[in-house]
């Protein structure tokens, strides 16, 4: 699938809710540990209704939002003028990943959280990707946890259907947004990463215990233990294998010095 508009409508809702809250704070917070406090270029593929390329732009980096919908750009552009200041330091551009336009500019960071699942596979999509890393700068992807398919539908109680999915070996589940998406390893990202070229980092899991709280609307206090204890969960097998998203980070070598 690469006509992201199906999902458009879908996608706000969902990112603003506490599950999809509790996604984008456990990612920046990798994110911003890895980029360090110094502004860098940052690239932010599917950016959506534009939550990363906010935090991260607000965070000091320059960032450079890419969506094919230009409602989800629109959406991100609303949000950017409600937050003066943050303009100079945010560009908006209409591609997905298969029609980013740079040639030659490279990135310190490229993200892409939330995409690869609505691919029919991740090899050439990591490619243009990773071809975009510059020397020490980092490839982050945020994807669906194929080892993890039939997990939610069991913990929500549809064990007739986590039971097909599970003895199936299905790489593809009903999404967030309503429609059909497809898995990945962490280990199969890792190798794509390594194969051009890139050093692959510790990976997360994300949205282990919480994911199949459709409705979920914690206090504070509540969230903020949620939070804990996904973080805490994220870095450690098996309870990472068994999260909703894999969250995997890969770094291109500096260059040697002549």
């Known amino acids: ?16 809710s506490a599950r999809g ?23 932010d593929v599917g950016c959506g209704t534009g939550e990363m390329t906010l935090r991260l732009a607000a965070a000091g980096h320059h960032v450079t939002g890419a969506d094919p ?3 989800m750009l629109a959406a991100t552009a609303r949000r950017l003028a409600a937050r003066p200041g943050l303009d100079a330091r945010v560009r908006l551009v209409e591609a997905g990943v ?3 336009p740079f040639t030659w500019e490279r990135f310190d960071a490229v993200c892409c959280h939330g995409v690869l699942m609505y691919l029919d596979g991740p090899d050439r999509a990591v490619a243009r990707l990773a071809e975009l890393v510059a020397p020490g700068g980092l490839l982050s992807i945020l994807a669906k946890n194929r080892c993890a398919v039939g997990v939610r539908e069991a913990l929500a109680g549809d064990y007739q259907t986590a039971l097909r999915l599970i003895e199936s070996g299905a790489a593809t589940s009903l999404g967030n947004l309503g429609i059909h998406s497809r898995g990945d390893t962490a280990e199969a ?11 692959p ?12 709280l ?6 504070d206090h509540v969230y903020a233990a949620a939070v804990a204890a996904e973080w805490a969960a994220s870095w450690r097998s098996p309870a990472r294998d068994m999260a909703h998203l ?5 770094r291109r070598p500096r260059e040697p010095r002549p």
């Open 201 to 212: 980092l510790h990976w997360q899991g994300v949205r282990i215990f919480t994911d199949h």
């Open 21 to 43: 809250r509790l996604r984008h704070d456990l990612v920046e917070r990798r994110l911003r540990a890895e980029l360090g406090p110094s502004p860098v270029r940052v690239l």
């Open 98 to 100: 298969e029609t980013l």
């Open 1 to 16: 699938m690469t006509d992201f508009a199906p999902v458009a409508a879908a996608y706000g809702a969902h990112s603003d």
């Open 246 to 250: 894999v969250h995997t980070l890969a």
């Open 69 to 71: 919908d230009p409602r």
């Open 214 to 219: 459709v409705g979920w609307e914690p206090d």
């Open 189 to 199: 990202l890792d190798r794509l990463a390594a194969g051009h070229g890139l050093r």
